[in-house]
């Protein structure tokens, strides 16, 4: 059974330079899961490979973002979508497991918030978890 969700975020960061740091790591993590799956690879494997523990820290969903913003104190924000399968076998975005919890154990100084929709079921995401 699926539980389709969609998620609309706001990643908030200290400096655009931080802010910056973090898109750049879900580029590449989207692209090294990409990849790997076509070489007909497994989660598990690249777990492995990498030495990381959670699931969420190697296998994407993708996000898609909008333009950087900055406030006046140079505080950057930039306005995430993303959609997820997350059933009982795929890996969440939200969730102690997920990617979001992934992106927090990273970068610890990212702020993130915003609204999710599942076909169960919506509300808010406060971090990494729906609230």
Not at 6 to 11: D, G, I, M, Q, T
Not at 21 to 37: F, G, P, Q, S
């Amino acid at each position: 059974m699926s539980n389709d969700t969609s998620f609309e975020l706001r990643f908030v960061c200290p400096s655009r330079e931080l802010l910056n740091d973090v898109l750049t790591y879900l580029r590449r993590k989207k692209e090294r899961w990409d990849a790997w799956k076509q070489r007909g690879k497994t989660s598990s494997e690249l777990l492995e490979r990498v030495g990381a523990e959670n699931v969420g820290a190697v296998v994407s969903w993708g996000f898609d973002y909008g333009e950087v913003q900055l406030d006046d104190d140079g505080e950057a924000s930039v306005d995430v979508t993303s959609w997820a399968n997350q059933n009982l076998g795929n890996v969440h975005i939200s969730g102690a497991r997920g990617e979001l919890a992934d992106l927090i154990k990273k970068f610890p100084f990212l702020d993130i918030s915003g609204s999710y929709e599942s076909e169960y079921d919506s509300g808010t995401i406060c971090g990494w978890d729906e609230c």
